[in-house]
């Protein structure tokens, strides 16, 4: 069973050095787990009894497709009306407690590693029945209609689908991919990446899609554009396109990402 990463927020002791990971570069930028405290979250017009943390939202001059936000759902919390845009569609992963998830006149029960795509235009509300608070993974997108194509919301689980191994590694590195990467109505992939400890991306990838990656579990030294930087679980890496990127995964146990991408459109010149 996963053990996602999720953040608690409260404040470090004055005692605790000014030291560490972050950082922002042209290329991309790093916001460690360490940082996702009390004092930097927001709420959410139309939601109660919820805070969240913006990971990522659209900035000139860098990644500008996509939004990431960590949102974290109390005891009776939720929203009746969550997206307040009609062309935006996203994704939810639930890493933490349970919520209930009213989609297109359906009831889901979303657990941990529960996973929900929610098309532009969806009709859905989210609610946190339990006593527990619950905490989850939202992307963001404005969707890009394709004639011929419309994308359609779904509801699965990191539990229900099978990683698929990637060429030649063995299965030492593997991706759950939660839509077919082959269904053109798709303008965005939110999958899992899994590493086995010691496995590897044995190049330097270098491409046109943007990254929002956030580390569910495990560590790693991820190359990131001419750097080396050390990632556990809880960090989250935004990547500008053409960054060029790779990693060691580090062991003991298995180093998994939730990875953002912007995929299946023609580049618009005019």
């Known amino acids: 069973m996963s053990n996602y990463f999720y953040p608690q927020g409260g404040l470090p002791p004055q005692t605790q050095l000014l030291t560490d990971r972050a950082v922002v570069k042209e290329a991309y930028t790093v916001i460690p787990k360490g940082v996702l405290r009390d ?10 009894n919820t805070r969240s943390w913006i990971l990522a939202r659209p900035i000139a001059g860098f990644a500008t497709t996509f939004s990431q936000l960590i949102v974290e759902v109390g005891p009776g919390g939720g929203s009746d009306k969550p997206e307040p845009e009609a062309g935006v569609e996203g994704v939810i ?14 009831t889901h029960h979303l657990e941990a590693g529960g ?4 098309a532009a235009g969806a ?12 905490s989850f993974q939202w992307i963001r997108k404005a969707y890009e209609p394709l004639e011929g194509f419309t994308a359609k919301s779904f509801v699965t689980s990191d539990q229900e689908v099978e990683p698929t191994p990637m060429p030649d590694t063995d299965g030492a590195w593997a991706t759950t991919r939660f839509a077919d990467p082959n269904d053109l109505a798709h303008d965005m992939h939110v999958n899992i990446v899994t ?19 956030f580390v569910l579990e495990g560590k790693a030294v991820y190359r990131l554009n001419d750097d080396w930087v050390e990632v556990e679980a809880g960090d989250f890496m935004w990547l500008r396109a053409f960054c060029p990127q790779a990693c060691y995964a580090g ?11 912007d995929v ?7």
Request: hydrophobic share 35%; proline share 5%; charged share 20%.
């Open 39 to 48: 004092i930097v979250t927001s709420n959410l017009p139309g939601w109660e």
């Open 93 to 106: 992963f639930l890493t933490q407690g349970s919520l209930t998830l009213e989609l297109d006149g359906e």
């Open 115 to 118: 996973y929900a795509y929610l």
């Open 123 to 134: 009709d859905w509300s989210l609610r946190n029945s339990s006593d527990e608070i619950a």
């Open 195 to 213: 590493f086995r400890p010691g496995a590897s991306i044995p190049f330097a990838e270098t491409h046109v899609m943007e990254h929002g990656l």
């Open 251 to 261: 062991g003991p146990g298995n180093f998994r990402y939730l990875l953002y991408k």
């Open 264 to 270: 299946n459109r023609q580049i618009r010149l005019t």
